[in-house]
């Protein structure tokens, strides 16, 4: 997963083996901060091609727990976020909750 602003980039990786070399080669041309016990959560589906208010139903859902990051896939069909490993399971609970209720993909 990675993001981008005008005065960073955000990025994940799923194997620390190389964390210290990748970390030492990144501050050679800017600080480099790293996080760890973060949860990539992806939601996936024909919804977020063709409906309108997907996103904003997402975000209204997880208002109480902080998302690190924000990723829109290569494609129109998913969106990923990051979280702490603290909210995984909290965040899980609640996107499942907004599938099984149909309000993800209502008009």
């Known amino acids: 997963m990675i993001t981008t602003s005008e005065v960073a ?3 994940t990786i799923d194997n620390t083996q190389n964390l210290d070399s990748i970390t030492k080669e ?7 901060e790293v996080d760890n016990e973060q949860s990539i959560i992806c939601i996936v589906g024909d919804f977020v091609a063709d409906k309108k208010g997907y996103a904003g139903r997402i ?4 208002k109480n727990i902080p998302i690190r990051m924000i990723s829109y896939g290569g494609s129109d069909h998913n969106i990923s976020i990051l979280v ?3 909210h995984k399971v909290n965040t899980l609970k609640a996107l499942h909750q907004i599938v099984n209720e ?3 993909i209502e008009a």
């Open 102 to 104: 149909n309000k993800l």
């Open 84 to 86: 702490s490993s603290e």
């Open 26 to 32: 990144l501050s050679e041309f800017s600080s480099v």
């Open 59 to 62: 975000f209204k859902t997880l």
């Open 9 to 11: 980039v955000s990025l």
